[in-house]
């Protein structure tokens, strides 16, 4: 995990690029739809044009706020931190967009992920494990395991065969719920029905993006899965990593 947490900054550096891109968009609109505003509804052109220029400032000033989150202890309400997770999510196509330009779309999902990892670890939070979900692909299973895993972790019977069985075990020492999800509806659902404080994530970047932001504002701490075998299929993760990440999060 450690290894990654410089590659947030990269995610922060971009989010400025997307942002100055977007206000300059709305800028120049403004500007192109001025006379035409000015000349059919004189009534309301200062009303558009504010709003379109008040947007773009509120822009600028989440990006602000963005930089004392990253790096200073404050903003750490739940209602702030819902306003700044919605400024992320409709920032991140923008870019997403811009690493597809630079051939670089991987790598900025992993930086996303180890930001929001990062702006989760400054606040500090801590649970007891009863409290945290431990959420795995499917694809950590071994492919021809005869076990059906997810209805019920029980029944692995934690052979050696995958990585699953060693997490049964951790988490078993741990005390805390694990469970294993076919795809982000059962995932959602899982969170749903067991209604955790936090939860800790392993999946891909494609997942693990779209799962941190479904999730929110509920704190959530993303792994990525290693892919030895291409993806999807017989998937692994580090498991001293995995012990470090709910060390840090239940904070013994
Ligand atoms: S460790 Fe569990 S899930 Fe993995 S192959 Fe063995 S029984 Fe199946």
């Known amino acids: 995990m450690n290894a990654h947490i410089g590659q947030f900054r990269l995610f922060l550096y971009m989010a400025g690029t997307a942002t100055a891109c977007t206000a300059a968009v709305l800028f120049l609109c403004g500007k192109l739809l001025q006379p035409g505003l000015e000349l059919y509804v004189p009534q309301a052109a200062g009303f558009l044009l504010g709003g379109i220029y008040s947007f773009m400032a509120i822009l600028i000033v ?7 989150c990253t790096y200073a202890d404050t903003f750490k309400g739940r209602r702030f931190q819902f306003v700044l997770r919605a400024y992320l999510r409709a920032l991140f196509p923008v870019v997403k967009l811009q690493g597809q330009m630079l051939g670089k779309r991987e790598a900025l999902c992993q930086a996303y992920i180890q930001f929001l990892n990062h702006l989760f670890l400054r606040r500090h939070l801590r649970y007891p494990p009863e409290r945290i979900l431990l959420l795995a692909p499917h694809c950590l299973q071994w492919d021809q395991c005869p076990h059906k895993i997810t209805r019920n972790i029980a029944n ?8 699953i069985g060693a997490i049964v075990d951790m988490t078993r020492q741990l005390g805390m719920p694990f ?7 059962l995932a959602r659902q899982i969170v749903k029905d067991i209604r955790p404080k936090a ?7 494609r997942d693990l993006v779209s799962g941190m932001q479904d999730i929110a504002p509920m704190p959530v701490l993303g792994l990525l899965n290693e892919r030895p075998n291409g993806p999807c299929f017989n998937t692994s993760v580090d498991l001293t990593a995995l012990q470090k990440v709910l060390q840090l999060i239940i904070g013994d």
């Open 156 to 163: 692995c019977h934690q052979c050696g065969h995958c990585p």
């Open 62 to 68: 989440l990006y602000v706020l963005l930089w004392f």
């Open 179 to 185: 469970a294993v999800a076919t795809g982000g509806t």
């Open 199 to 205: 939860v800790v994530a392993i999946a891909c970047e």
